[in-house]
């Protein structure tokens, strides 16, 4: 679809873990690169799963990224020149993300955010909700479920090699934590 530039807008990437996001996410802000367009990347400091400083996805490529601790940060770092602005992991921000990137898109900002839609248990992801509603373009990408093959659209927990509980805390202590994509029929969450 044609998107011209100058038009602020907001586009949003979900989907459960494995699915592609952060890959299409770097392949859009790569585009922009060539384009020469002023472009920067944001994620929170949570995710350290393979660098500090950039969004790498699991098969391996990667661009430079900013990590921040709280939404308003973002504001520092945008000038009268950024084009577009990248932000991956968007469910582990505050609901303030939301507000931040309808101000960057009224501004003729072009906003692409990618993030989980939902969590573990299947239900919706923090600010993703409202992101998606107020976006202008929405996909919604589907990995490969690793019982059967088909379309995953979630994310199974894992805890010692079992499906999580419900209740199960966010951080345990001693216990080896995985995750899988999987269809809604192969997805467990233990009561
Ligand atoms: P996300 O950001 O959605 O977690 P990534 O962009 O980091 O996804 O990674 C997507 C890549 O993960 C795929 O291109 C593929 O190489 C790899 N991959 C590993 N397991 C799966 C799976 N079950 N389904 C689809 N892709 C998978
Ligand atoms: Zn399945």
């Known amino acids: 679809m044609y998107r011209p530039s100058g038009h602020g807008y907001i586009e949003a990437v979900v989907g459960p873990m494995y699915s592609g996001k952060s890959e299409e996410l770097i392949r859009r802000l790569k585009r922009a690169k060539i384009a020469k367009q002023e472009v920067i990347v944001f994620k929170p400091c949570i995710d350290n799963r393979y660098s500090k400083e950039d969004v ?7 661009i430079r990224a900013i990590a921040i601790n709280h939404t308003e940060e973002i504001h520092k770092y945008i000038t009268d020149e950024t084009q577009v602005v990248g932000i991956d992991e968007v469910q582990f921000f505050d609901e303030g993300i939301v507000a931040v990137a309808l101000e960057l898109a009224d501004k003729g900002i072009r ?39 088909a379309p995953a659209t979630r994310t199974q927990r894992l805890i010692n090699k079992e ?12 216990a080896t934590e995985s995750y899988e ?9 233990k009561k």
């Open 163 to 174: 499906p999580a509980r419900y209740d199960d805390p966010i951080i345990l202590v001693g």
């Open 56 to 62: 790498v996805s699991h098969s391996g490529i990667s």
């Open 181 to 189: 994509a999987r269809c809604r029929k192969c997805h467990r969450i």
């Open 111 to 149: 906003v692409i955010a990618a993030g989980l839609d939902l969590d573990f248990k299947a239900e919706p992801f923090g600010p993703v909700p409202e992101l998606l509603a107020r976006a202008e373009f929405v996909d919604k990408l589907q990995a490969v479920c690793v019982k059967c093959g």
